[in-house]
């Protein structure tokens, strides 16, 4: 081995690297994201998106990165100065390590870790700091108003998407991202556990805080707000930065999951080629999932956005984790997994569908209690 070799087998130099191409793997993602989003809604709209830079507007995430880069950042004069300037790296950086857990293909990752399952929602959840500190620091009733609202939702919707993943983590028995995928084999969990696929999603639109669930930004109720007093280079950060990098993050973890990751299907035969374009594939579509339900529900209020969670979604969470603990006890067959589950979400669906449909009276009274 000679001294170059030598060079790139420490430790530090090999995760140097490998942290570096996911960094330029992150700004790529957001440079494509904010023009495939523009470009998705449009169609869904019937409108035809960004057409006049570049051939069919392939190059405006270009000239809106220049806009931002060259616009003025302001700060409020009554905003605390360290504070106002270190919110948005509070709020990115947990999401950027989140990435360092996921693997990629079956051998490549910045780190494969034994808990990285764990690793993933300890890091992710300290993103909510960051808003409270962008809305505090800001010194706007509408901008602390916005973290209180982004504090509750990301809380409590955290709690049902950690027992959704934790039910689907017994079915493994274990936490390492790359063993989940490789128990697997040929049927993805999302065969067993459509309940807890359902619940992963609607958790994870509500980590993003996308319509129907964005009533921390509500331009008609906050007028934005965490981010409101925030412009320029620090806006990208706390908003578009962000949001992106966390929406390809949720979305790789969904696919390694639920959708048998790199492994499914002939992964392991066709090599690592193939591994990248499962990967490629299966991100994308749960992107455009979540481009889709932004597109086209409408924003709940704070008392739904609530209610879904505590009232629906945690006690579908809780009865999962049960009864797949009970399957696993008595060993009962595969199948049952996917009959108990499947009941269960469509239990769930009608209890919302009855809960719309119940007249004017009854919807007030559940409203006030709420």
């Known amino acids: 081995m000679n001294q170059l070799e030598r060079f790139f087998d420490n430790v530090w130099v090999d995760a140097f690297w490998r942290l570096l191409v996911v960094f330029a793997l992150v700004v790529l993602v957001v440079l494509v994201l904010t023009y495939v989003e523009r470009k998705f809604i ?12 570049g051939p069919y507007g392939i190059l405006q995430p270009l000239a809106d990165t220049v806009k931002v880069l060259l616009k003025e950042d302001l700060r409020p004069l009554t905003a605390d100065r360290i504070a106002f300037e270190l919110a948005p790296f509070l709020t990115f950086v947990p999401v950027f390590l989140t990435l360092l857990a996921l693997p990629f293909t079956e051998s490549w990752g910045v780190r494969i870790l034994g808990l990285g399952l764990l690793y993933f929602f300890a890091v992710s959840g300290l993103t909510v700091l960051g808003y409270i500190i962008a809305g505090w620091a800001s010194d706007s009733k509408y901008g602390l108003l916005g973290a209180m609202r982004a504090a509750a939702q990301l809380i409590s919707y955290e709690i049902p998407m950690v027992l959704a993943v934790l039910a689907l983590a017994m079915l493994a028995s274990s936490l390492n991202l790359v063993e989940i995928v490789e128990k697997q084999g040929r049927v993805p969990f999302i065969v067993w556990q459509p309940l807890g696929f359902f619940i992963f999603m609607a958790a994870a639109i509500s980590d993003l805080t996308r319509r129907p669930f964005d009533v921390a930004a509500a331009e008609s109720e906050v007028a934005g707000g965490p981010w409101i007093e925030f412009s320029g280079i620090r806006w990208s950060i706390l908003y578009a930065l962000t949001e992106y990098t966390n929406m390809f993050a949720l979305s790789v973890l969904g696919s390694l999951l639920f959708l048998g990751g790199w492994d499914w299907p002939l992964g392991r035969e066709l090599g690592w080629w193939w591994q990248l374009v499962l990967i490629f594939v299966k991100t994308t579509a749960l992107i455009l999932m979540i481009m889709w339900a932004t597109a086209s529900f409408p924003r709940v209020r704070v008392d739904q956005l609530m209610a879904f ?62």
């Open 309 to 370: 969670c505590w009232k629906i979604l945690l006690p579908l969470a809780l009865v999962q984790i049960f009864v797949n603990g009970l399957i696993l006890v008595y060993e009962w067959p595969d199948w049952t997994l996917l009959v108990t589950s499947g009941l269960t979400l469509l239990a769930g669906a009608y209890v919302i569908y009855a809960s719309l449909r119940a007249p004017t009276e009854v919807r007030i009274a559940a409203r006030s209690e709420a």
């Open 42 to 53: 449009g169609r869904i709209q019937m409108r035809l998106g960004p057409m006049r830079t």
